[in-house]
């Protein structure tokens, strides 16, 4: 057992380990020993290690900042994954860590020597450097790409699973800290349902390490009442160790928690999410040992780890003497506090620190932290008198330590709040923050809100959580504003800790070794705005996201421009909080579907089902093993007998009123103003770049009436348009979807006319009355339809469009009218077959997000004499381009493999285009196809090569469209 396990600080210190389980692992190529639950950052403290990291830039020796990953000091290597963060991640047997970003070894980097020229690598300089005299980008290339980047990457790293689940809660409480489990059992007591996200494996935030009174026993006593009741509570859902990484509109909560993302939807938020200690910027205060005092008060009460021998700590409020309190009882020599301020606001806690004979330097700071040549450890500190903002005594008093904490004041943890819309306000004379202009239903409670004392946190608690749940409950808002009982907060935050040296390397972004100089280089190159500054020095753009320098920052860029800290405001807060994999992104996730009227039929019917956009249609009829023999013989059947297959999943949208005929002449490509009553017409729809992004059947019912068709998975893209375009044109009109209002089907086929005649009795089916592009309305056994007489599979055939609730019978009706010529349903795949042999296109599968008219000969279905439409302009001007590509009909005898949708098209040694669609034909008794080729090979009865399976190589000949019934004599008889 190593000396680590034995020099831990007694029990009750260490609530995150289990000393009856002693864990070896290595880092750096060495073996430590800790406890299950250290985290590779406490078991390394605990043996002394504390370099853990090099700097981005200068390479400087890092260790741990927080303890609680907001920073960037800690990244490490883990024989998977790179970018670890070594004070969140847990130690495991036989875990191998490492350094990253260095040059040699971690504690001898031979690019320390970077930070000797710093001096030459000024803020910006990547912007003004590197790109003359013309050409030497060339040379500095390989030399960057070289240094740049963090870490390693496994590429025999096999994929884990990572899922995704769906929650729904009345109120949902972020943060497990005093105030959120407060405000959760307040809400909980109302009747609601409650869940509660904490980040940290323990609940209880603060109250787990940190102290709110000179006898230390409020925290503990206030944390055991808590958390006994919000876990004993049946209303209340607790995760731990969970991340709420975004807020969305209506309260969308995606929550992170292992390898599952929760997608939460809530009727009520409150964010108790606490606040960031701050630190203070001082030449040197990036070196081991330099720690925040919040992340050496972790290390005593989560880890048991005596940090170091001798600390100084340095303050701009109270809670450094209580600091201080914990560090002497956890028999740690406290050498001094430094407090910033003249004056400190709790006599109490400073009398009581002053009486363990601990020295106290009011008005005072550290000026450098001072080190050996390695700069593996701090070794002490300069401390000097304020005497104004920014500026210091010459007088130094040094003093010895291995250890200096530090504590300007605490910024809230406001990104979820201003990712809702929240505005982030400074107090200039008071150095506090204010949230505002909150979205309904979001609440905030505790530190957040600038309320610090805790009686005053767990009161303005009881309110928010009373308050957000007879929100959601809908009950009468009967709970006493707070405002009474929260007394004014001693001030936290000193207004200005930023020192600067002669002799710089004090640094306001730890992530990107960005130091006071920068910041006002940046302002002095014209960069006022403290978004510009960010771009330009990239301050706050590393892995910390701000969370150390946004303050430090604003005030920077406040003093040099002469502003107030509440006109420049701090950088914008985007999503996400913190990292999240792109594996929880790409998880499993749901993938609900949606069923025709007619499902049950299919199922009956024996049809294999697919899906079609959200959508369950059969694909064929029959077992899935014999899938091209189904496709086969449902195919030969249409073509000879007739079929019927369900398209309730068609888009159907009414356009009602005076302005319909205009409406849908802007919209679609194809005039028609002029489309008689009774007829169809095919509608291309484009958008404003001229591409085709739908296509479907435009169907005049009476002079003021339409009805459109649009595909499947485009329907809801096209209402929207619809929706959006008249909101700018204000024709006199409706827009319904009536998608799953109405079912349809279609019979097609040689016989289909004579299965028609034996139903529909209302309606002249005859050629001579009812011919091709036709529309009718009618009835079949009492039920009204509309009749198209469309032909997308290329024979006679008839859509019939009728209300949804009459799908089963509808569907068993024409079944059994059909027995006597033979009828059999047919599947998606065979129509897409049927519809390829014609020559038909689908959009997005034949077309993509570049596709013009042209490219796929559908120029005569654009009306150039209108006087406009949608994407008009731009299909004018593409037509007057040549040509770079163009969709073609192919060719292949069955001898050879057939290409898949996807494949590539070559012309020489480059590609020219890809397939788009590919199946062997029954009718023609060849493989047939689309493909999108080169101008050079589009000609009729050209060759082009097609890469195939393991790079084999097939030649395809270029064919005139359509495959079959060229001069549409089937369809129109």
């Not at 909560?253 to 701050?278: E, H, N």
């Not at 049950?600 to 019917?605: D, I, K, R, T």
Request: net charge neutral.
């Amino acid at each position: 057992m190593s000396n680590s396990v034995l020099q831990r600080l007694p029990h009750p210190y260490g609530s995150m380990i289990d000393r009856t389980q002693v864990i070896e692992f290595e880092f750096d190529q060495q073996k430590y020993q800790g406890f299950a639950g250290d985290t590779i950052a406490s078991a390394l403290i605990a043996n002394q290690r504390w370099v853990m990291s090099r700097s981005f830039k200068y390479h400087r020796p890092r260790a741990p900042l927080t303890m609680a990953g907001q920073d960037a000091n800690t990244l490490i290597q883990l024989p998977e994954e790179a970018n670890v963060l070594a004070d969140t991640t847990e130690i495991q047997p036989q875990l191998r860590a490492a350094g990253q970003n260095f040059s040699g070894s971690l504690l001898k980097d031979s690019d320390a020597f970077l930070g000797k020229f710093s001096k030459f690598m000024p803020v910006g300089f990547y912007y003004r450097a590197f790109y003359k005299p013309k050409g030497v980008w060339k040379l500095w290339e390989p030399l960057i790409r070289k240094k740049a980047g963090l870490g390693v990457l496994d590429l025999n790293f096999e994929p884990e699973y990572y899922d995704k689940a769906y929650l729904f809660h009345d109120v949902v409480v972020v943060g497990g800290g005093p105030a959120g489990l407060q405000a959760a059992l307040s809400a909980a007591e109302q009747g609601a349902k409650v869940l509660l996200v904490e980040q940290e494996k323990l609940l209880g935030g603060s109250l787990n390490y940190a102290r709110f009174d000179v006898e230390g026993v409020v925290a503990d006593q206030l944390r055991e009442q808590l958390v006994n009741a919000v876990t004993a509570h049946a209303n209340i859902q607790v995760m731990t160790q969970a991340v709420c990484n975004a807020w969305f509109t209506d309260h969308y909560l995606p929550v992170i928690q292992g390898k599952r993302m929760y997608k939460v939807r809530a009727k009520q938020c409150i964010v108790a999410s606490g606040s960031f200690d701050q630190p203070v910027i001082f030449r040197n205060n990036d070196l081991p040992g330099v720690i925040l005092t919040s992340a050496v008060q972790r290390l005593i009460k989560l880890y048991a780890v005596k940090p170091g021998q001798k600390v100084v700590i340095l303050t701009g409020h109270d809670d450094g003497y209580l600091a201080a309190l914990d560090m002497l009882e956890a028999g740690i020599d406290v050498v001094a506090v430094v407090d910033l301020r003249e004056i400190p606001s709790n006599k109490e806690a400073y009398g009581a620190v002053k009486a363990k004979n601990v020295a106290c330097y009011l008005g005072s700071t550290v000026f450098e932290a001072l080190h050996d040549k390695t700069m593996h450890r701090v070794h002490g500190v300069d401390i000097r008198k304020i005497v104004s903002e920014g500026q210091v005594a010459e007088d130094a008093k040094k003093l010895d330590c291995d250890v200096l904490c530090m504590s300007s004041g605490y910024m809230p943890v406001y990104q979820l709040l201003c990712q809702a819309g929240g505005k982030l306000s400074y107090n200039d004379q008071k150095a506090e923050f204010h949230l505002s202009g909150l979205p309904q239903g979001l609440h905030v409670t505790g530190s957040v809100e600038g309320i610090h004392a805790i009686e005053q946190v767990v009161e303005h608690a009881k309110y928010t959580g009373t308050l957000a749940a007879q929100h959601a409950l809908g009950q009468p808002l009967n709970v006493q504003s707070s405002s009474n009982t929260v007394l004014k907060n001693n001030p936290v935050n000193f207004p200005w800790p930023i020192f600067a040296h002669p002799k710089g390397k004090e640094f306001v972004d730890f992530d990107e070794d960005l130091q006071i100089r920068d910041i006002v280089n940046a302002t002095k190159s014209g960069y006022r705005d403290v978004q510009l500054v960010k771009r330009f020095s990239t301050v706050g753009m590393g892995p910390s996201q701000g969370r150390h320098s946004a303050l430090p920052t604003a005030r920077l860029v406040a003093k040099s421009t002469q502003r107030s800290v509440s006109e420049t405001g701090v950088t914008t807060a985007r999503p996400p909080f913190t990292v999240e994999k792109l594996a929880h992104v790409a998880g499993r996730s749901f993938d609900p579907y949606r069923q025709t009227p007619m499902h049950a039929q299919h199922v009956e019917a024996g049809a294999t089902m697919m899906p079609a956009g959200n959508w369950q249609r059969p694909a064929f009829y029959g077992d899935a093993a014999h899938r091209l023999q189904h496709i086969e013989n449902e195919v030969k059947h249409v073509r000879n007998q007739v079929g019927m297959i369900d398209v309730s999943t068609l888009g159907g949208l009414e356009i009602r009123g005076p302005d319909s005929a205009e409406f849908i002449n802007r919209l679609y490509t194809f005039g028609f103003t002029k489309l008689p009553v009774g007829k169809t017409r095919y509608a291309v729809m484009s958008n404003e770049h001229g591409v085709v992004i739908d296509d479907g059947v435009a169907a005049r019912l009476s002079e003021h009436h339409f009805y459109v068709t649009a595909t499947t998975s485009g329907v809801d893209r096209i209402y929207q348009q619809m929706l959006k375009w008249n909101a700018q044109w204000r024709l006199n009109l409706d827009i319904t979807n009536v998608t799953t209002a109405l079912a349809a089907v279609n019979i097609a086929g040689p016989q289909s006319r004579a299965v028609m005649q034996k139903v529909c009795h209302d309606v002249d089916l005859s050629n001579a009355a009812f011919s091709y592009l036709g529309v009718r309305e009618g009835s079949i056994q009492g039920i009204p339809v509309r009749i198209l007489r469309v032909g997308f599979v290329g024979e006679l055939g008839y859509e019939i469009h009728f209300p949804a609730r009459y799908g089963e019978f509808m569907w068993n009706h024409l079944m059994q009218a059909g027995q006597a010529f033979d009828i059999k349903p047919f599947g998606v795949e065979s129509q897409r077959l049927l519809r390829l042999e014609k020559g038909h296109i689908i959009i997005s599968q034949d077309t993509d997000g570049m596709t013009h008219p042209q490219e796929v000969d559908l120029g005569w279905a654009v009306a150039r004499n209108k006087p406009w439409f949608v994407g008009k302009r731009s299909i004018a001007i593409l037509e007057q381009q040549p040509l770079k590509r163009k969709l073609v009909s192919f060719v292949l005898d069955k001898s050879q493999e057939k290409p898949l949708e996807g494949h590539i098209v070559l012309e020489g040694e480059d590609i020219s285009g890809n397939i788009t669609s590919c199946e062997y034909s029954p009718t023609l008794d060849k493989i047939i196809g689309m493909a999108y080729v080169g101008i050079g090979q589009s000609e009729v009865g050209q060759q082009f090569p097609i890469r195939v399976e393991k790079g084999a190589m097939v030649h395809a000949t270029v064919v005139k469209a359509p495959f079959y019934d060229p001069a549409n004599r089937r369809q129109e008889i």
